[in-house]
C-alpha cells in the first residue's frame, strides 16, 4: 500500500518561498505521475500542478509564474516550491496520485498546513 | 478552465435516506469526473471515478451516474458515517479542477 508524506515548514514570512517535500513510500515513485493540491480554511480544493517522474510538469495557470516542482527518484521523493506567497497561500496542502496515471487521485498524504504570516 | 458547480451547498438528510448530489460542468467532460468523501481533519478519499465506477473498497450505497456536463452522486441509504463533504473533479482538461463541495449533514 503506497503512502504519502509531506514535510517542509509550517510557518512562512510573506513574499518568501514555500517548499515541501512528498516522500513516497510502499511503491515506487518512477513511471507515474504526482499532484500537488491545497485547501484553505473551511474552502474547497484547489489543483497546484504535477509533475512526471521525467520531470515533466503541467500546472495550474493561475499558480503557473510562482510553482516549480521537482523530483528525486534516488530518495522517492517530490517536491513543491511556491514563491513570493502572500496569506492567501495560507492552507493545507496534499501530495497525490494516482498509478493509473494523472486523472484522479486514490493516494493522498495526510496534509500539511502552511500559514503564511510574518 | 472548466467550472465544476456542485448543488446544492448543504443537503439535510436522516440517516437511513437518500442523498442526491449534483455537479455541473462548465463544458462537457465526458465520463471524466471523479468524486470524493472528505472528513474533517482528514483527506479526501476517492470514492467514484469515471463518472460511475467505484474505487477500490467503497461501499456499493456509493454510485455516480452522469456524462458529458451532468453528474449525480447518490447515497442510497446514508449511514452515520457518510456525514461529511463530497467533491467532484473533472480530469478531462488541464487544469484539473474541483467542485466547491456539497455538506451533508445529519437532519
Known amino acids: 500500500q503506497v503512502q504519502l508524506q509531506e514535510s517542509g515548514p509550517g510557518l512562512v514570512k510573506p513574499s518568501e518561498t514555500l517548499s515541501l517535500t512528498c516522500t513516497v513510500s510502499?511503491?515506487?515513485?518512477?513511471?507515474?505521475?504526482w499532484s500537488w493540491i491545497r485547501q484553505p480554511a473551511g474552502k474547497g480544493l484547489e489543483w497546484i500542478g504535477r509533475?512526471?517522474?521525467?520531470?515533466?510538469?503541467n500546472y495550474n495557470p493561475s499558480l503557473k509564474s510562482r510553482v516549480t516542482m521537482s523530483v528525486d527518484t534516488s530518495k522517492n521523493q517530490f517536491s513543491l516550491k511556491l514563491s513570493s506567497v502572500t496569506a492567501a497561500d495560507t492552507a493545507v496542502y496534499y501530495c497525490?496520485?494516482?498509478?493509473?496515471?494523472?486523472?484522479?487521485?486514490?493516494?493522498w498524504g495526510q496534509g500539511t498546513l502552511v500559514t503564511v504570516s510574518s | 478552465e472548466i467550472v465544476m458547480t456542485q448543488s446544492p451547498a448543504t443537503l439535510s438528510v436522516s440517516p437511513g435516506e437518500r442523498a442526491t448530489l449534483s455537479c455541473r460542468a462548465s463544458?462537457?467532460?465526458?465520463?471524466?469526473l471523479a468524486w470524493y468523501q472528505q472528513k474533517p481533519g482528514q483527506a479526501p478519499r476517492l470514492l467514484i471515478y469515471?463518472?460511475?465506477t467505484r474505487a477500490t473498497g467503497i461501499a456499493a450505497r456509493f454510485s455516480g451516474s452522469g456524462s458529458g456536463t451532468e453528474f449525480t452522486l447518490t447515497i442510497s441509504s446514508l449511514q452515520s458515517e457518510d456525514f461529511a463533504v463530497y467533491y467532484c473533479?473533472?480530469?478531462?482538461?488541464?487544469?484539473?479542477?474541483f467542485g466547491q463541495g456539497t455538506k451533508v449533514e445529519i437532519k
Open positions: 497525490a496520485t494516482s498509478y493509473v496515471g494523472p486523472y484522479y487521485f486514490d493516494y
Open positions: 510502499g511503491g515506487s515513485i518512477s513511471s507515474y505521475y
Open positions: 509533475i512526471y517522474t521525467s520531470g515533466s510538469t
Open positions: 463544458q462537457s467532460v465526458s465520463s471524466n
Open positions: 469515471g463518472a460511475s
Open positions: 473533479q473533472q480530469y478531462n482538461n488541464w487544469p484539473r479542477t
